[in-house]
């Protein structure tokens, strides 16, 4: 029976662990949502799940049509707002779309739960593993990736100093998205705010030494 008490507790304990399982994962990898958060959403999307369905059913006598999937469709779209608390901004880079995306998915999972697709839920949370902890590797071996660094240079800088610095970058593999350029009359230096992408192999001191080597006009180099 559907709405048998114990078959109950053990769709929305099932929900539990499956979220637990995907949000110690993310906890491994030292992100702000982790098991108690992947836990929570997920038992709480299996019990919207269960009213979802039982609540037409209780009070089908008063209302003449119920629809079993509209609360749970308000978790699908609700989740929004977690998601977004899971994202955080340092500087010009982005972290936590993973961790927001997980959350999403893992509220769907509560859901299937919910609704006694056990299968459905389990296979869908070994994917979820699959993709965060498999393809994590994959990305890191295949893949090379690159953050968003603002470096700014101060100095008195001349156009051949401007053009040293942008084969420095070139032959350093740091690639340059956007440039801007500030110049104190007065005391005649330049600033150059270069918006760039650097692989994450490169450390910042290791571009401020290449810049300090190669151009002598250097004042100062900060790296965002």
């Not at 330049?190 to 151009?215: F, G, M, N, R, W």
């Amino acid at each position: 029976m559907f709405f048998d008490t114990t078959q109950l507790i053990l769709r929305i304990l099932f929900a539990a662990f499956m979220g637990g399982i995907v949000g110690l994962e993310r906890e491994a990898h030292d992100q702000p949502a982790g098991f108690r958060t992947h836990a929570l959403l997920s038992t709480g999307a299996a019990l919207t799940m269960i009213l979802s369905i039982m609540l037409p059913v209780h009070y089908k006598r008063y209302v003449l049509s119920g629809d079993p999937a509209r609360l749970a469709a308000q978790v699908v779209s609700g989740i929004g707002f977690l998601g977004a608390g899971a994202i955080l901004r340092y500087g010009t880079n982005v972290k936590g779309l993973t961790t927001a995306a997980s959350l999403w998915a893992i509220a769907i999972v509560g859901l299937a739960a919910g609704a006694g697709r056990y299968y459905l839920a389990l296979s869908t949370t070994g994917i979820l593993l699959i993709i965060l902890e498999v393809m994590d590797w994959f990305e890191k071996l295949f893949v090379k990736h690159r953050v968003t660094r603002t470096i700014k240079i101060e100095g008195k800088l001349s156009a051949e100093d401007e053009e040293r610095i942008l084969e420095l970058f070139k032959d350093t593999g740091v690639k340059v998205k956007k440039t801007s350029l500030r110049k104190d009359m007065e005391e005649g230096s330049v600033t150059i705010s270069y918006l760039t992408k650097v692989k994450q192999t490169i450390k910042p001191c290791d571009i401020i030494e290449h810049l300090e080597k190669a151009v002598k006009n250097i004042k100062k180099v900060e790296i965002e």
